[in-house]
C-alpha cells in the first residue's frame, strides 16, 4: 500500500508556472505506476500526465502538452509536475494517483483513466487567474 500526499498548488496569474509535488510512502515506490490528474468544479475527474515508467516514455494529455513536464524521482518517493504558461482553464484541484498495474501493457492501455488507480491523494488546489 501506498499514502501519497501533493503540495505546491496555489493562486497563479495566466501566464505562470507552478511545480506540484506528490511524495510517497513506502519502500516500494519505483513499482508503482504514477499519474497527475485534475478535477475542476462540475466537472468529471481527467488525466493530465504520467511519468516514464520501467523504462517507458512520459504521456500528456493534449491540453497540457508543450507545457506542463512530469518527471519522478525514486529516490526521493517523489512525482513532479512543472506547469508552465497556466492557462484560466487549468484551475482544478489536481491529484496524484498511484497503481501497480497487472502488467505493463495494462497499464499503457489504462494509465490515462482514473478509474485504473487505487490510490489518490487528498488533492492541492491550483487557482489561475485571468
Known amino acids: 500500500q501506498v499514502q501519497l500526499v501533493e503540495s505546491g498548488g496555489g493562486l497563479v496569474q495566466a501566464g505562470g508556472s507552478l511545480r506540484l509535488s506528490c511524495a510517497a510512502s513506502?519502500?516500494?515506490?519505483?513499482?508503482?505506476?504514477m499519474g497527475w490528474f485534475r478535477q475542476a468544479p462540475g466537472k468529471e475527474r481527467e488525466f493530465v500526465a504520467a511519468?516514464?515508467?520501467?523504462?517507458?516514455?512520459?504521456y500528456y494529455a493534449d491540453s497540457v502538452k508543450g507545457r506542463f513536464t512530469i518527471s519522478r524521482d525514486n529516490n526521493k518517493n517523489t512525482v513532479y509536475l512543472q506547469m508552465n504558461s497556466l492557462k484560466p482553464e487549468d484551475t482544478a484541484v489536481y491529484y496524484c494517483?498511484?497503481?501497480?498495474?497487472?502488467?505493463?501493457?495494462?497499464?499503457?492501455?489504462?494509465?490515462?483513466?482514473?478509474?485504473?488507480?487505487?490510490?489518490w491523494g487528498q488533492g492541492t488546489q491550483v487557482t489561475v487567474s485571468s
Open positions: 494517483a498511484a497503481d501497480r498495474f497487472s502488467s505493463y501493457s495494462d497499464y499503457v492501455n489504462g494509465r490515462s483513466l482514473a478509474s485504473k488507480y487505487a490510490y
Open positions: 513506502g519502500r516500494t515506490f519505483s513499482s508503482y505506476a
Open positions: 511519468p516514464s515508467w520501467r523504462g517507458g516514455s512520459t
